[in-house]
């Protein structure tokens, strides 16, 4: 967006090429809201349902929209090309060590040291703004926040596709028991699936994973594994040196939603943010107010989920009543905002189940 705005825009990568991890992943049909078309080569597959299991009950609820099952490496090399054609300039081999204030030619700007791949020593370039893409142990984040950042463990293996699994539906499996978060079986195709959870750290990861697949008699063919940001109600995506900005977007800024713990949408949402506040010359945080409203109901949604019990996941599966599912099908997990007053209305039983659950574990401020 900036470089085809007529901005001289420069991506600086680590790496001494361009070597994005492959990643399976599923975003809503919002992906095309936010960047104005679908990047069909990274499009492996299209679902249209979700199956939602407990430990004593279950629930489906179809989509209006498909989802997209999404390969996040071919996302992000073909957003590579596509800011390459609009004019941008990539840089490989240097790594962000450090943003200070500075002054050149009479003008206040941003001094940008990076370290060579090389070796060869280090290199200094000026910037009249920086935005900080770069992951959940961002350097450009140390500019902003000087606390310790937080993350949790994504792990997920590559399975062919079970004979009783339908490829156009996603399976999610509620087990308190081994995460507070949830199992899911993504279909990649009507061949393969990739199974996986959140876990808190990589050792539960992999402990609960290995379980999963043993007793569901699944035969791992790849792994696939990341650290996931945590969004907290104080994250502060953007600083100033010197009077000039400094942006942090994706897991450098904390923009995952909490519930699912997805970011690809969200981190984008904040990229765009970024550059029309670049472009406008207006405060960064004035165009995060609507995905961080988003991200804090994430969160909160997610603070209740907590403390639920294999039992009180029962209930919400059997709660979900048509109404609620029509609801659901009609909004997706990126448009949460629209939605969630409306869902009391469609099944008042939910806030009794929410307020049980607060009475028996209230939240900590």
Known sequence: MLAEHGHSVRVYE???????????????????????FVPEEAVLNRVDRFKLVSRGGSAQVPLRQPD???????????????????????????????????RTDGVDRLSLRFLTEAGSGPVHEWADAVVGADGVHSPTARVCAKRQRDSVALLQALVQLP????PHEV?????????????????????????????????????????????????????QAAPVAVHRYSSRPWASLG???????????????????????????????????VLSRSDYQHYLHGLKRELDLHLLLRSILDRFSDDDYDALLNLLNRRVIELLEARNRDDLVGAI?????????????????LLRQPLRR
């Open 163 to 166: 004979r009783d699994a339908e």
């Open 243 to 277: 009077g000039r900005p400094v942006f942090l977007v994706g897991d450098a800024a904390d923009q995952v939603k909490m519930t699912t713990v997805g970011g690809l949408v969200t981190g984008l949402r904040g990229a765009r943010a970024a550059a029309e506040a």
């Open 14 to 36: 680590a790496s001494d090429t361009f070597r994005p991890l492959p990643r399976t992943l599923i975003v809503t049909s919002r992906l095309r809201d936010v960047l104005s």
């Open 341 to 357: 007053w409306r869902l009391p209305l469609a099944q008042p039983r939910l806030l009794l189940l929410a307020a049980r659950v």
């Open 171 to 223: 399976a999610v499996w509620f087990d308190r028991g081994s995460t507070r978060f949830f199992y899911w079986l993504i279909p990649e195709s009507d061949r393969r699936a990739a199974v996986g959870l959140i876990a808190d750290d990589p050792a539960r990861a992999e402990a609960g994973l290995e379980n999963f697949l043993r007793e569901h008699g699944l035969v791992p063919l790849q792994y």
């Open 68 to 102: 997209l099952i999404v390969e996040r490496g071919r996302v992000l090399r073909f957003l590579a090309e596509r800011a390459q054609q609009a004019g941008a300039e990539l840089v490989f081999g240097q790594e962000l060590v450090g943003i200070d204030r500075g």
